[in-house]
């Protein structure tokens, strides 16, 4: 009998494998980080070899620290940061060139150009996304335009396009299988949420080529298997969902108004939305959220470039903690900020804005700023960043929130937790098993091959680790969020389209 699923999750920073038993408790988890590649400002890449080699090693060490066979397991699920872009050759399955990521902004300039052309309402209309360097489309027609004899090849059949899944999918595979589900599709500017496929207008708009397209399937499948030499026996590859749609799911946010955030290198906000695609009036996202069989959820969705890339950044940049960990007892050694506010927009700034020419700012710095201010800062403005998506998602969907279900590695944090609870004025819930975004994966897979018989037994399967209440009082939060208000204006803009600020190389 099998006893345990293996879920791969292949973040923006590391890839990780865990493994869960029928209880949804965690058995093992094996996780290694990769290079993180910037060639020049603004832009970010990753080597999909290397994201491969990374999710094979910790697949194999997450098994065999669980004692476990691939012949114990039902099936594999998988899990991807969902807009970083791969192309790769179908003859030899190497890439044409590396993994431009989620955060990347080279296609600022064109998207402003989509804008000025006026195609946004078309693309809005037909994928619930706005125009913006974010989404996996105008990274796809960038390879294809830049890497010489790309786009001849592409129309050929003869190269592959696809996001994080797709290309883990294709390897685990042996190349036998080239498909994504519609959650990652429909991240793409190139989904149409009505007819639930590709839309040959959009395609026709971004200049991208039908034959290099995955085929889309349901996010809970039997598509195939994985090849002996990945783990040994082929096992089921049954389950994807991109990260957040995954980290919904993972919450048993089955319910319309359910909400939960992720706290990882970026946060990212879901509402279940049922049946109906619900348009965002504050431009938020509408994307799938998961769909089984035929029948299909959507989500409305905010997302915050720099969440936890904040604290990656204090370490790595500045130096002021030596292991993330540390953040929240120098956060917690001040009793607030001092008056200081942190702007992280240094990739522009996500929903509500959409600012790709934002920049990252620190305002409010005296002489008795300390390192704890900045400190308690930056961990405030993954909350603020938070809270300014929550208040519109509350007005496009038209219901009260009542609890924001959080996750992610941020999310053991409970300083950030409360000042979150206190921004929102609503309960932030905490569950006990906060790998989320990995369990949703491995929900998905075990559907599919009956490993769980149904949601329900999902639902009753989620339990709650801690609740943290409000402590603020309403009238301080409305005037903490202002004064963040504040600080947001002066960092918007500061690059202008197609040049850089004075005294930034290009």
Sequence with gaps: MKSAILALDQGTTSARAIVF?????IRAVAQKEFRQIYPRPGWVEHDPM????AQLETARAALAQAGLKATDLAAIGITNQRETTVVWDRATGQPIYNAIVWQDRRTADWCEQLKRDGAEPLIQAKTGLVIDPYFSGTKLRWVLDHVPGARGRAQRGELAFGTIDSWLVWQLSGGQLHLTDASNASRTLLFNLRTGGWDPELLALLAVPAEVLPQVRPSSA??????????????????????????LFGQACFAPGLAKNTYGTGCFVLMNLGQQPVPSRHRLLTTVAWRLGEQ???ALEGSVFIGGAVVQWLRDGLGLIRSSAEIEALAASVPDTGGVYCVPAFAGLGA????????GLIIGLTRGTTAGHLARAALESIAFQVADIVEVMRRDAGVALTQLRVDGGAAANNLLLQMQADLLQVPVVRPKVTETTALGAAYLAGLATGFWKDRAELEQAWQIDRVFEPRLAAEAAAERRARWAEALRRARGWETPGNPAPGHSV
């Design 352 to 359: 509500p804005h959409w600012d790709p020419y934002a920049r």
């Design 222 to 247: 039997v598509y195939g298997y994985s090849v002996s030499a990945v783990l040994g026996e082929p096992v089921p590859l049954a389950g994807i969902a991109g990260d957040q749609q995954a980290a």
């Design 21 to 25: 038993d029928r209880a949804g408790s």
């Design 50 to 53: 290397e994201i491969w080699s």
């Design 296 to 298: 299909t959820t959507y």
